[in-house]
């Protein structure tokens, strides 16, 4: 199966911009998504990006695409404390076949 | 659009009862639904897949005897622990595909405490 590797935590002060990293094996995966789970909470589907594109920006989240490295950003700019939660990035061969990040754990301070 | 609900939400039971938690799309059709166990601060675990109208496909190590999973009708699935013991306790998370983006859509979990 595929690997997906996120760095486990990151802290940042409110009004500032995260960047949560994810990189992945398989170069198959048709579209890549970013998920956001709250406490005791299923998983969000916050964005994604087709894998032709290198970036897509969504009022104020950015994916960044970078294909030959293997490597997704989702980069939340003014990051807010509702926005502290565990973020998964996801992909695959298609929608029945999708693999998860161990999920990166973002805290903001007030 | 794309919403799928669980439950219950949250379940206490003794070791040696069944559990039924049910998955459901609200707003779609759903030929393919997931369930997946997640542990605590970890990543989703797959326990299977089901399609409706035929047996579910159960990942390596996952007891299909034990987690009873039935895809009756586009929109409900269910996941039936039988004889649960304590080492069940977990976060039950489905997910339903369709839509738009074609991905997985996830239901709120259920968080089961077998005492």
């Known amino acids: 199966g595929e690997d997906v590797e996120q760095s486990l935590f990151l802290s940042v002060r409110e009004g500032d911009s995260s960047v949560i990293n994810c990189t992945y094996t398989d170069s198959s995966s048709t579209y890549l998504y970013w998920y956001k789970q709250e406490p005791g909470a299923g998983l969000q589907l916050l964005t994604y990006?087709?894998?032709?594109?290198d970036m897509k920006q969504d009022q104020r989240l950015t994916v960044l695409l970078n294909k030959k490295d293997k490597h997704l950003s989702l980069r939340i700019a003014d990051t807010q404390t509702g926005d502290s939660a565990i973020y998964f990035c996801a992909g695959g061969p298609g929608a029945n076949n999708l693999f998860f990040g161990t999920g990166t754990r973002l805290t903001v301070i007030p | 659009g794309a919403v799928v609900s669980q439950h219950p939400s949250r379940v206490i039971c003794k070791s040696g009862t069944s559990v039924k938690i049910e998955c459901r799309s609200l707003d779609f059709q759903a030929t393919t639904m997931f369930w997946y166990r997640q542990f605590p601060k970890q990543s989703l675990m797959l326990m299977a897949t089901s399609n409706e109208g035929s047996k579910a496909t159960y990942e390596q190590g996952v007891e299909k005897d034990k987690f009873l999973i039935n895809h009756a009708s586009l929109t409900l699935s269910t996941l039936t622990v039988t004889s649960a013991h304590p080492e069940d306790s977990s976060f039950y998370i489905c997910?339903?595909?369709?839509?738009?983006?074609?991905?997985?859509?996830f239901g709120p979990g259920t968080r089961l405490t077998v005492l």
């Open positions: 990006i087709f894998s032709n594109m």
């Open positions: 997910s339903a595909r369709g839509g738009g983006p074609d991905t997985q859509y």
